[in-house]
Structures are given as structure tokens and as C-alpha cells.
């Protein structure tokens, strides 16, 4: 009995108490072998994850990208040396500098009145139309068509044009109506009679007679054209006042010394904004609101010169519009994408107003070999490609800069999440954002709508896929829309090059060519080619001894010149 008794003592603790214990060993070390496999978990992940960002640096490296911020700052340059080392030029057009209001206090575009449309513009009759029926005599001095003839349409168009004699558009504003070399009294309403077997309505009119009969920009809140009752089945046709071109050209002589400090400022060797490199996100740019009334003001004064008959000063006025365009896209500036961007208006705003010079016929033959040679010489497609590769290295070098590496957790299940999941997501972000450059062939001034658009689809999917999200600049740039207006814009200036050649070859011949190749060498030395497809522009000589010239637009098909939203790249446009 009492050996039993001590091994009964010596045998299994039996009791709550032991048993509690037997349960918390177990459980810590289950805790523990948990917590060991999610840190090795964790470690494992994060592992992938860098090496899988490091990976991305190296392939972006092998393929010549550099992704080092500091490799992109401008170098310092002399003030004296420096274009932005005049304190009017740092003033007037580097983003947050004080001057800007100063100088657009003394821009035309946004004081000088009528160059806006507005409800209240005083308005000019530009026609008196009647109708009557078709057996009916039409009224003395009136030019008589026929409502049922395809050919009165045109006819009509004629007399209003003839009316308010030689316009061109006002570059200043999308909603301008245009500058006039008449005075207003000077206009002569024409006299128009339609003979109908019913009388139209003042629709049925305005539908007849279109605003774009007129050299108006597109974006009108309202018709220009407005038809008024006159008595029975008889209209008055008004417009808004046009500006007269003589009046602007005084109006802007006021702004000389300002065009003085311009022109001496763009003389000196180097280009380089004032202010802090360091950081991606404070670094100096080009106020484009500056950017854009400078250039909108000088295209104007060179569709007065042109109504003038000063090819001469037009010239001048397009030549330092051009130089200004010129030395913000040198290397010394920082070409962020919305200086590129402002590169790409300027250069869509020169393309316009040579085609208004061309429409005019006011160009002469030297003035369009001068232009030729401006046109030739804008790229505005490799500074959007450089602009993208800054934005892109600046956000890289943000994201490394900060703890975070730049990753917010979508929802609060994702700050659950291994970090290194968020660095495999931005490393395949970073891919797609460089691959989006691939569209863009600088080197033969191609691009690509097919691989934006994919790309586009593939950042799309990113964006909305993975448990985190990308903080700063990373996909926040319209890449797509920036890099169709740019394709937009360079054809247009390509096909003003070819216009420029086309009238040149009018002005020697009397007519245009049959084809584009009759142009070369004396008038063209090369055929500038669609930036969609790399093919050669579409041309043919109308009927009338005008020309269609046109070039396929982003969808990449031919549409046969067709305008609208989906039709072609029409000149002019």
C-alpha cells in the first residue's frame, strides 16, 4: 500500500490546475508556430516585393532610362546669361510669380471689348432677306435664288461673305467672332430673295444659312447669325460687331515696351526658370494662362497685319511667337508635361494662324518660305515624350522619399496586407507608365493610338486591382488625351508646311497641283508624313481650284476627309 501510494503521487497531475496549464502550453505554442509563419509570411512577401522593385530599376536601366531625379535638374546658368534672369520674364510667365496680373491687365485678350461673344454685343446687320413665291417679281436690288436649288446655298454664302468683306478668326478666345478690315458703317447688308412655292421659317432660314459661313471659332454659346422679322416674310440678318483690325493694332500699341522686353530677353544663350530643383513637386514651371495670352495676342495683331496687307509685320509678330515657343522648349527648361502641353498650344496656335494667311491669299511667296522653315523646325511630340519621362522619374522619386514608399491601403483590411504586395503592384505600374513611352517615336515623329489605348487599359487595371493604391503623380497625368492632342497638333502643322508649298505653287502657277509629288524639291523639300500611321497625307484638288487635305485621325482609319468628332484631321481645321 505504500509503494501505491507513491506512485499514485509520482504518476500524471490529474488535477484543473494541471490541466490548465497542459492547455496553455499547447496554445502558446500554437500562438507561437501562427506567429512565426505569418512573420515569415510577411518577411517572404516584402522580400518579393522589393526584389521585384529592384528588378523594375534594373530593367528600366537596361533599357537606357534614368530614373535619377538629379540627372534632370537644369544646370545653373548665369543671370545675365538667362532668359528668366530678366525679372519681367521671372515675373510675367514662371507659375506663382506676382507680375502675371500685372501683364494680363495689359493684354488685349481679356480687356479689349468685342473680342468675346457676349448676349449684349452690339450687332450689325450683314443681310435683309425676303422671300416670295415662285411665280412672284422679287423686289428691286435684290439678288433672287432659288430655295429649291442646291447651288443657293452657296450663292447666299457668297453675297454675306462678300458683305462683311476680308475677316479672319480672333485667335484670342474660343468664343471669339473675328476681326474685320471694314468699318462697321462701311458694310453693305446684302440683299437676298428666296423664291419658295411655301415660306420657310426663321429656322428653316438659320438652318439655310450657317454660322460657319463666317471666319468664327467653332465653341459659340450662341448663333451668330440671328434673324429678325423685317415686316411680311421679310428678316433682318445681324451679327455681333467684329472687331475692326486697325482698332486692335492701336489698342496693342500700348503694349510695345512690353514686346521690347520679350524680344531682348529671348536673345540670350540660355533658358532656365528661377527657383527650387530639389523636389519634384516645387519645381518652377511655365504659367500657361501667361504662355497662352502672349501668344493669342500676337496671333491676333498677325491677322490684322494680314487684313492690312503687312505680310511684312505679320511676320514679325508670328516670328517672335515662334521664338518664344522655341527657347521654353530648349534643354535648360524643365520640360514638365505642362510646359510641354503650352509647346504643343503655341505650336497649334502658329499652325493656325499661317492657314488664316494662307485662306486670306495674303501671304507672298518669301513671307510662306520664311513660315515653311518656322513650321518645319516645331516638334511638339519629344517634348511630351521628355516632359512624361520627368513626371514619371519625379513621382518615383517621391514614393522612394517617403516611408511609405508612396502605398495607402485601399480599405483597412488592406493595411493587413504584406507592404511587399504594394511594391510588386508599383513595380508593375512602373512598367506600364514606361511602356507608355514606347507609343511615342520620337526618332521618326510616329505615334502609336493603338499601344496608348492598351496601355491606358492596362494602368486602368491596376489602378482598380490590389489591396493598396499609389500616392503622388503616379497615373495622374492624361496621358492619353495629352498625347492625342499632341498627334492632333503636330499634324496640323505638318499639313500647314504642305499649305505653305501648295500656295507657293499658286502664286507661280495660277493653281494648285495634281498631286503633292508636283511640289517637290522647288516648293517642298520632303512630304512631312501622318504622325497616326507614319503614312503620307491624303490631298486632291477640288472642282472649285481649291484643295482637301487631310490626314487619318486617332482611330487610324481612313475616313475619306470626312469632318466631325470621328472623321479625319481635315486642313484647315
Known sequence: MAVAHELAKSGPDSSPKASWRRKWRIAAGLTICVALAVALFYSEENFRGQRAWDDCRHTLKARGIDTDWNHLIPAPVPDAENVFGVPEMQSWFVNGAAGWDDLARKLPHSTYPGLTMETNAPRMVLARVVVVRSATAAPGGFNVLRWDDPASRAAAAKLLTDALGPAAKAPQS????????????????????????????????????????????????????????????????????????????????????????????????????????????????????AGRAL????????????????????????????????????????????????????????????????????????????????????????????????????????????????????????????????????ADYVRVEFDRLDSIDTSNQVIFADRVDAAGRKTKALEDGGPYKLAGSLGSSPFARAVQRTAQVQTQINQAVIACALERYRLVHGEYPETLEALLPQFLDTTPHDVIGG???????????????????????????????????????
Open 295 to 426: 501668344v493669342q495676342t500676337l496671333g491676333a495683331r498677325a491677322q490684322c497685319r494680314l487684313l492690312l496687307d503687312q505680310p511684312g509685320e505679320a511676320l514679325d509678330d508670328l516670328a517672335l511667337a515662334h521664338d518664344f515657343r522655341r527657347r521654353l522648349a530648349e534643354e535648360r527648361t524643365p520640360m514638365t508635361l505642362l510646359a510641354a502641353m503650352v509647346n504643343v498650344a503655341v505650336g497649334g496656335f502658329s499652325a493656325a494662324q499661317v492657314n488664316e494667311g494662307v485662306r486670306l491669299h495674303a501671304w507672298r511667296e518669301s513671307d510662306l518660305a520664311a513660315l515653311q522653315d518656322q513650321l518645319k523646325s516645331i516638334d511638339v511630340v519629344a517634348p511630351v515624350k521628355q516632359s512624361y519621362l520627368l513626371e514619371v522619374t519625379g513621382a518615383l522619386r517621391s514614393l522612394e522619399s517617403v516611408p511609405s514608399g508612396g502605398l495607402i491601403p485601399r480599405s483597412t483590411f488592406a493595411g493587413w496586407c504584406p507592404r511587399g504586395w504594394g511594391y510588386r503592384n508599383m
Open 174 to 289: 474660343r468664343i471669339g467672332l473675328g476681326l474685320m478690315l471694314r468699318r462697321p458703317e462701311e458694310v453693305q447688308p446684302a440683299r437676298i430673295c428666296f423664291q419658295c412655292q411655301t415660306t420657310p421659317t426663321a429656322k428653316a432660314l438659320a438652318d439655310f444659312l450657317p454660322d460657319n459661313i463666317l471666319p468664327v471659332n467653332a465653341d459659340l454659346s450662341e448663333r451668330v447669325l440671328k434673324f429678325d422679322p423685317d415686316g411680311d416674310d421679310a428678316w433682318r440678318v445681324t451679327i455681333p460687331t467684329p472687331v475692326r483690325a486697325a482698332d486692335y493694332l492701336a489698342w496693342c500699341d500700348g503694349l510695345e515696351p512690353q514686346f521690347a522686353i520679350i524680344r531682348n530677353a529671348l536673345r540670350r544663350p540660355y533658358c532656365r526658370m528661377q527657383g527650387y530643383y530639389g523636389n519634384p513637386d516645387r519645381i518652377p514651371y511655365l504659367n500657361f494662362r
Open 535 to 573: 503614312q503620307s497625307p491624303h490631298y486632291r484638288r477640288a472642282a472649285d481650284g481649291t484643295f482637301v487635305l487631310y490626314s487619318i485621325a486617332w482611330s487610324g482609319q481612313d475616313k475619306g476627309g470626312m469632318h466631325g468628332t470621328n472623321g479625319d484631321w481635315i486642313w484647315p481645321d
